[in-house]
């Protein structure tokens, strides 16, 4: 009896293996068919694969660790900085970002329309000259204003020199340690990003829409406010929230004409070793950075024109008439205030320098170190760019697509948080790099890995898919057909946006200000640190070295505006 039901217990098993068998392999068949259609039939191989999802991680890692850092801060902590220090700072912060961004945007497009469309003397020569702040990073700019205007500046020493204006006007009245200081600095070298996005969408714009308005009756002043800043929209929305980033996320010129906001308190923070209320701080820049990014998405979704380019005709050109020498004039200011003015300062304080011995052994160890550090960082940002662009172009899926977002969260991240989440990741679990220069390479990968991805994308969009599957066909793996076949047509793009993120590494402060392992300065810190010390001779040649090697990538951005 027991034996018969040994049998039977025996014989069931052995059907319910076989059934695990027969159904193993189908479950195996419904996941490849899965995993196939969400790669539309085309799954990219297993080493590019992997390839992109580790680089996509290491690029999410500041956002992973001030999250997880935030959330396990103490209640206690959380309720002191919300009743006593976020407010503040929220308002300070958001007013700063929502000023800077209205008065850049405004003269932006103000001297775009001007450059473009009137008959201003030196129409050409305006088109980059009015783009050279960009060169000039804005701690320098804000190093020269103090030099000029601060307590004991140029300005400062004529006034007190000129007996009529103390009897007339009183004490002197510049304050540049003030937030109408920081708002100045900030917008002259912001205003380019508008310039050059909204003078690229005004040489595009079809003439046709303005005949129709006029045969209408409407004056040029209601063409612009009716049919051409319509259009401008989308420009202005792309500048503005370049802008507004690169004012939450400045923290050179905030620290140096002592205006504190959210990437001040986070550094202050971390330099007194308080990694918790730097955490929530971070966090809280982070969702305001989300706000803004999620508020540009909304109104460019309603704000969507379109214009047929078959019966395109080029914009007509402007007379200036009797404002031509007004117009000249403020041009001319912009100009003067946003690139001769510092020039001027860093020559002077550089002839000053070099005189006094400045470009020592000591300078050139700096130039030494911001060298390789950005020729390495921008060398891994050409490697790891190149998958993650071949994978969004070629394996079009959610992986591919979320991997490309992964890969933009540095970029909109301030260097203080990535160089947080760097700190913890190297102290933690790779403690043999922490306090070396990778360390450094790395967060500035991840601050600017975006700059590469762009410009790969830009001549990979180039290249038809036709190439790719003629040598999948001769059996080469996705990887290999990346790297024989198609880096070497789309080449160009890439050394363009490894340029760019050599040029941005070596004017890259906060991040390298934070990591740098003792004795590993840069030119970047050398310019903030003496700066600081009023020692202008010593920052002066390293901020005219910081420029010079900036305008390397000036062409290029002109040729794509």
């Known amino acids: 009896m027991s034996n018969h039901r040994h049998h039977k217990h025996q014989s069931n098993y052995d059907k319910h293996a076989k059934a695990g068998e027969h159904s193993s392999p189908a479950i195996l068949r419904f996941l490849r068919k899965k995993w196939r259609d969400s790669w539309h039939g085309n799954p990219p191989g297993n080493v590019l694969l992997l390839f992109g999802l580790s680089t996509g991680l290491i690029m999410s890692v500041p956002i992973i660790y001030v999250i997880w850092q935030s959330l396990f801060a103490g209640v206690d902590r959380w309720q002191r900085l919300l009743d006593d220090r976020i407010p503040q700072l929220l308002f300070d912060t958001f007013l700063l970002a929502f000023a800077v961004t209205v008065c850049a945007v405004v003269i932006g497009v103000i001297l775009a329309w001007v450059v473009v469309r009137t008959d201003i003397p030196g129409r050409k020569w305006w088109q980059w000259l009015l783009a050279l702040p960009l060169v000039i990073p804005p701690y320098v700019g804000a190093m020269t204003y103090i030099i000029v205007f601060g307590p004991s500046g140029w300005a400062r020493d004529f006034w007190r020199d000129t007996p009529w204006l103390v009897n007339v006007l009183g004490d002197y009245p510049i304050n540049v340690y003030s937030f109408w200081g920081v708002f100045f600095v900030l917008t002259m070298f912001t205003y380019p990003y508008v310039f050059l996005i909204a003078s690229a969408s005004l040489r595009k714009m079809n003439r046709n829409f303005e005949e129709i308005a006029r045969s209408q009756g409407m004056n040029t002043r209601q063409i612009f406010w009716k049919v051409n800043l319509p259009f401008l929209r989308p420009a202005i929305g792309a500048g503005a929230i370049l802008i507004a980033l690169y004012v939450l996320s400045d923290f050179g010129v905030i620290s140096m004409m002592r205006y504190v906001t959210f990437t001040a308190a986070i550094y202050f923070q971390r330099a007194s070793f308080d990694i918790a209320s730097a955490s929530i701080l971070s966090l809280v820049l982070i969702l305001l950075t989300v706000v803004i990014l999620w508020i540009e998405v909304k109104t460019r979704k309603k704000s969507k024109y379109y214009q047929t380019s078959n019966t395109f005709k080029e914009p007509d050109v402007l007379s200036l008439g009797k404002w031509k020498i007004p117009t000249l004039m403020f041009v001319g200011v912009i100009f003067f205030v946003s690139v001769v003015l510092p020039i001027i300062v860093l020559v002077y304080w550089s002839i000053i320098g070099i005189g006094m011995g400045a470009l020592d052994n ?105 190439i790719d599957e003629a040598a999948r066909s001769l059996g080469q793996p996705p990887w290999k057909v990346m790297f024989k076949v198609i880096l070497p047509s789309i080449l160009p793009g890439v050394l363009a946006g490894g340029a760019l993120v050599f040029v941005s590494s070596i004017k890259e402060l906060p991040a390298t200000l934070m990591l740098r392992p003792p004795g590993f300065d840069t030119l970047a810190v050398r310019v903030y640190i003496e700066a600081n010390e009023s020692l202008y001779y010593l920052a002066a040649p390293s901020a005219l070295l910081i420029i010079l090697v900036s305008v390397i990538p000036l062409r290029y951005l002109l040729k794509k505006y």
């Open 362 to 466: 000591r300078f050139f160890g700096f130039a030494w170190n911001s060298l390789r550090v950005s020729l390495f960082a921008s060398l891994l940002c050409m490697v790891l760019a190149m998958p993650i662009v071949y994978l969004k172009s070629r394996y079009p899926s959610v992986i591919s697509s979320s991997i490309d977002k992964l890969s933009y969260a540095g970029y909109a991240l301030p260097g203080v948080i990535v160089a947080l989440g760097i700190i913890f990741i190297f102290n933690n679990h790779i403690p043999t790099l922490y306090n070396t220069f990778y360390m450094v390479a790395i967060a500035l990968v991840i601050r600017f890995l975006p700059q590469a991805m762009q410009a790969g994308e830009a001549s990979l969009s180039l290249v038809s898919p036709r």
